[in-house]
């Protein structure tokens, strides 16, 4: 039976937020690979000039997906982005068809 510790739950939200530090720990990623999703625009800091850098806590599972598509695949720092920005940019694209499908059945169910 696997236990579980309170104290290691998280609430990933926009509103929390944490220090690199703590994504570095939570996530597994090493401190250039975090470099390289925040340079790359993967990870954006809550404030890009001040430092240490603090993130929103939902980017602990962004990282953590990182850290896994790294270890499952054998990425390298490069390869980590690229999937990132795939994963992201496909995101992106289901929330639109999302909207636009939203938009039409409101458009046909009003205008018939």
């Excluded at 104290?7 to 703590?22: K, P, T, V, Y």
């Excluded at 625009?41 to 850098?53: A, L």
Aim: charged share 30%; net charge negative.
């Amino acid at each position: 039976m696997m236990m579980v510790n309170v104290a290691d739950w998280l609430w990933l939200n926009d509103e929390g937020f944490c220090s690199a530090q703590h994504l570095l720990e939570y996530s597994g990623l090493a401190a250039d690979e975090l470099d390289d999703l925040v340079e790359n625009g993967v990870i954006t800091p809550i404030d890009k000039t001040s430092r240490p850098q603090s993130f929103q806590l939902h980017y602990i599972s962004v990282a953590r997906l990182a850290r896994r598509l790294r270890d499952d695949f054998e990425l390298d720092r490069r390869g980590i982005t690229l999937a990132m920005t795939l994963i992201n940019r496909i995101n992106e694209l289901e929330s639109e068809r999302n909207r636009l499908r939203a938009r039409l059945i409101h458009n046909r169910a009003n205008y018939g």
